[in-house]
Each structure stands twice: as structure tokens, then as C-alpha cells.
Nanobody
């Protein structure tokens, strides 16, 4: 199994920046890729960004050109640098890591609240 621990969320003013971190432990060799999703209560989960161990990235349209995902393979950690934050970015952000045992759903972090407000 894989365990994911998130950190870095909080309150920031519009236009500000935050960086989220997600550290993986356990059967890390089985991880296919890692990414970030966000979801509001009662709403559909939204892709934020994903990254492979080789560095290939994918971004959701709403965050493209503002957010940057990166990874440190040695630390088994993925980061999400969020710049030019908007109030609509306010949400709970979840780290995700599909592996060979959960190739579609993957493992999930505990959730990280990001609030953008003045």
C-alpha cells in the first residue's frame, strides 16, 4: 500500500502564492504517477495537475499557466506551486497516487484546505 501525507495549505490573499507538498511512503515502487485534485462538497472532483517520475506533466484548464507541479523522486514527494491565486481556487486539495494495485482510483492524501480571500 501507499500512504500520502499532505502539507502546505492555508489562507492567502488573492494574487498570492502557496506551495503544497505530498510525501509518499510504503510501496512507492508501485506508483504510476502522482497528482493533485480538488473537490468542493457535493461537486465533482477536478484535476489540478499530474506528474510522472519521468517529469511529464498535465494540468487542468483552470490552473494552467498559474500552477506548477514538480516532483523529487529521491524524497518521493510531489509539490504544487500555486501562483496568482484566485478566490475560485478555494477548495480542498487532495494528493493522489495510482499504483499497480489501484491503477484507476489510486491512493489519496488526507486533504489540504486552501482558502483565497482578502
Amino acid at each position: 500500500q501507499v500512504q500520502l501525507v499532505e502539507s502546505g495549505g492555508g489562507l492567502v490573499q488573492p494574487g498570492g502564492s502557496l506551495r503544497l507538498s505530498c510525501a509518499a511512503s510504503g510501496s512507492i515502487s508501485s506508483i504510476k504517477y502522482m497528482g493533485w485534485y480538488r473537490q468542493a462538497p457535493g461537486k465533482q472532483r477536478e484535476l489540478v495537475a499530474t506528474i510522472t517520475s519521468g517529469g511529464s506533466t498535465n494540468y487542468g484548464n483552470s490552473v494552467k499557466n498559474r500552477f506548477t507541479i514538480s516532483g523529487d523522486n529521491a524524497k518521493h514527494t510531489v509539490y504544487l506551486q500555486m501562483n496568482s491565486l484566485k478566490p475560485e481556487d478555494t477548495d480542498v486539495y487532495y494528493c493522489n497516487a495510482p499504483d499497480v494495485f489501484r491503477p484507476r482510483d489510486g491512493y489519496w492524501g488526507q486533504g489540504n484546505q486552501v482558502t483565497v480571500s482578502s
